[in-house]
T-cell receptor
Framework: KAGVTQTPRYLIKTRGQQVTLSCSPI?????VSWYQQTPGQGLQFLFE???????NKGNFPGRFSGRQFSNSRSEMNVSTLELGDSALYLC??????????????FGPGTRLTVL | SQQGEEDPQALSIQEGENATMNCSYK?????LQWYRQNSGRGLVHLIL?????REKHSGRLRVTLDTSKKSSSLLITASRAADTASYFC??????????FGTGTSLTVIP
């Protein structure tokens, strides 16, 4: 079974631009979660989607948004990029929603650099 | 916050030695999971231990859970250079999101 895939793997943007990251979960998984990882803040939860509905949202500004499609693929969007948005963005999928005692499987991440 | 904390933040050992890292959390949980992350890459799931379990083994890994102390430990026996990575614990509770700890950076010196 193919793992979680994320595209693109690397991205360089400038302040003020917007960016869209994509995540394809493991086949059959309906939950997709997004995390931001930075050296200073560690792994921070952005949001989780299950069956096209946002279940949980972390403490991030409205510039961060996401969606999930009927095939469970998910995208996250960051508008009006700031330097502090430079990070590794990780996507994880699982069969059941978070809190359902299920393992999350992670993709390789998208490294976003904002100049 | 339910976020866990790993201890120590960094650990350096010789190949063949055992490595122990600890995780503490703040509220009751359903499960605790350990993940490994090689530099700048995605997380790899290592082991899951449920709240009613006290110890679990997987190959060279041994995980213990003490719910009364709200803590867990991960022991890697006979370490190898390939074990060099960051290790994170993650906790979950019914209806709630995953919370990741701050991570332990392990360096195994050949």
């Amino acid at each position: 079974k193919a793992g979680v895939t994320q595209t693109p793997r690397y991205l360089i943007k400038t302040r003020g631009q917007q960016v869209t990251l994509s995540c394809s979960p493991i086949s059959g998984h309906r939950s997709v979660s997004w995390y931001q990882q930075t050296p200073g803040q560690g792994l921070q939860f952005l949001f989780e989607y299950f069956s096209e509905t946002q279940r949980n949202k972390g403490n991030f500004p409205g510039r961060f948004s996401g969606r999930q499609f009927s095939n469970s693929r998910s995208e996250m969007n960051v508008s009006t990029l700031e330097l502090g948005d430079s990070a590794l963005y990780l996507c994880a999928s699982s069969f059941t929603p978070q809190g359902g005692s299920d393992t999350q499987y992670f993709g390789p991440g998208t490294r976003l650099t904002v100049l | 916050s339910q976020q866990g904390e790993e201890d120590p933040q960094a650990l350096s050992i010789q190949e063949g030695e055992n490595a122990t890292m600890n995780c503490s959390y703040k509220t009751s949980i359903n499960n605790l999971q350990w993940y490994r992350q090689n530099s700048g890459r995605g997380l790899v799931h290592l082991i899951l231990i449920r709240s009613n379990e006290r110890e679990k083994h997987s190959g060279r890994l041994r995980v213990t859970l003490d719910t009364s102390k709200k803590s867990s430990s991960l022991l890697i026996t006979a370490s190898r250079a390939a074990d060099t990575a960051s290790y994170f614990c993650a906790t979950d509770k019914a209806g709630n999101q995953f919370y990741f700890g701050t991570g332990t950076s392990l360096t195994v010196i050949p």
